[in-house]
């Protein structure tokens, strides 16, 4: 069992950075694919980024790729999120979410593939 808890969201304007933090329970986080994943309203949950449990892989959705990164802390059950460059469009609840997988190759990108959220966390970005 994990449970996770986000943190970092808020307001920031066009071009600006933030950087989410999710933390993690347990002691195997170091088993877990960790993801970001985000909601804007009315629109469906959307894969953001993931790495893999070693933090050796990690995957960008298009949107967002050479402006945010992500990074893990194994000894300290932590997985972030950099985000910078920020636009409007990426105004949204940011969620953290992990699951599972005994290869280090494997790190699904689609949510309903993940076991565990956390409660999530509000990025809005002004023009």
């Known amino acids: 069992q994990v449970q996770l808890v986000e943190s970092g969201g808020g307001l920031v304007q066009a071009g600006g950075s933030l950087r989410l933090s999710c933390a993690a329970s347990?002691?195997?986080?170091?088993?877990?694919?960790m993801g970001w994943f985000r909601q804007a309203p009315g629109k469906e949950r959307e894969f953001v980024s993931a790495?893999?449990?070693?933090?050796?892989?990690?995957y960008y959705a298009d949107s967002v790729k050479g402006r945010y990164t992500i990074s893990r802390g194994n000894p300290k059950n932590t997985a972030d999120l950099q985000m910078n460059n920020l636009k409007p469009e990426d105004t949204a609840v940011y969620y953290c979410?992990?699951?599972?997988?005994?290869?280090?190759?494997?790190?699904?990108?689609?949510?309903?593939?993940?076991?565990?959220w956390g409660q999530g966390t509000q990025v809005t970005v002004s023009s």
């Open positions: 979410a992990a699951v599972f997988r005994a290869q280090d190759t494997v790190v699904p990108h689609t949510p309903s593939e993940y076991d565990y």
């Open positions: 347990g002691r195997t986080f170091v088993s877990y694919v």
């Open positions: 790495i893999s449990k070693s933090g050796g892989s990690t």
